[in-house]
């Protein structure tokens, strides 16, 4: 079973960056679209970027298109969200998971411990 654990939250202040990783263990994420999901305090989790397997297509949340980049490294099993002009209202726990490609759904209801990051103002 393919684990996925993320990391490279933090603290920053409003107009900072962040790259968060993803890194795969126990299988390969070389053939799955993966997508990258938040969720804040009392709120639903939510969609914030996807990736295809090939890197032909990227899909971003409108609040984050223009400020956020993903990316993928298969070589190193390892999916990155880099995170530019952050805002407070980017704060929230970051998720990485398997996606379908056709809509970017979790293919799995399946999440990992995810990686807080908090944007002061």
């Known amino acids: 079973q393919v684990q996925l654990v993320e990391s490279g939250g933090g603290l920053v202040q409003a107009g900072g960056s962040l790259r968060l990783s993803c890194a795969a263990s126990?299988?390969?994420?070389?053939?799955?679209?993966m997508g990258w999901f938040r969720q804040a305090p009392g709120k639903e989790r939510e969609f914030v970027a996807a990736?295809?397997?090939?890197?032909?297509?990227?899909a971003y949340a409108r609040s984050v298109k223009g400020r956020f980049t993903i990316s993928r490294d298969n070589a190193k099993n390892t999916v990155f969200l880099q995170m530019d002009s952050l805002k407070p209202e980017d704060t929230a726990v970051y998720y990485c998971?398997?996606?379908?490609?056709?809509?970017?759904?979790?293919?799995?209801?399946?999440w990992g411990q995810g990686t807080q990051v908090t944007v002061s103002s």
């Open positions: 126990g299988g390969t994420i070389t053939t799955f679209a």
């Open positions: 998971i398997f996606v379908r490609p056709s809509d970017y759904a979790p293919l799995f209801d399946s």
């Open positions: 990736i295809r397997a090939n890197e032909a297509y990227r």
